[in-house]
Nanobody
């Protein structure tokens, strides 16, 4: 089970950190990913991290602004978001799957959190 938190309202240019805590699994065996879905749009890939967090991959739209990190001792993955833009407004979802590679497609992830709303005001 994944529980995402940390969403909220932030001004453009600001920062926000999302958290996603896993329970019932050995989280260090799982690839962790973040996706988002804006109103009226399809859910899209934001970023993902390897089991150790040493390898990450990001969507071009967030590269250089967002950073994924994880603390496997706490079964938690984080999404640090900076230089936020109005187009970053969306419901953000964390996802996980066992494996080795840093996956990017939604269908490759087995477990999903409930989503947390991020609203960026301009």
């Amino acid at each position: 089970q994944l529980q995402a938190s940390g969403g909220g309202l932030v001004q453009a240019g600001g920062s926000l950190r999302l958290s996603c805590e896993a329970s019932g699994v050995t989280f260090s065996n799982y690839i962790a990913g973040w996706f988002r879905q804006a109103l009226g749009k399809e859910r899209e890939f934001v970023g993902a991290a390897s089991r150790s967090g040493g390898i990450t991959d990001y969507a071009d739209s967030v590269k250089g602004r967002f950073t994924i990190s994880r603390d496997n001792a706490k079964n938690t993955v984080y999404l640090q978001m900076g230089s936020l833009k109005s187009e970053d407004t969306a419901v953000y979802y964390c996802a996980a799957r066992p494996g080795t590679f840093v996956y990017k497609r939604q269908l490759e992830f087995d477990f999903w959190g409930q989503g947390t709303q991020v609203t960026v005001s301009s």
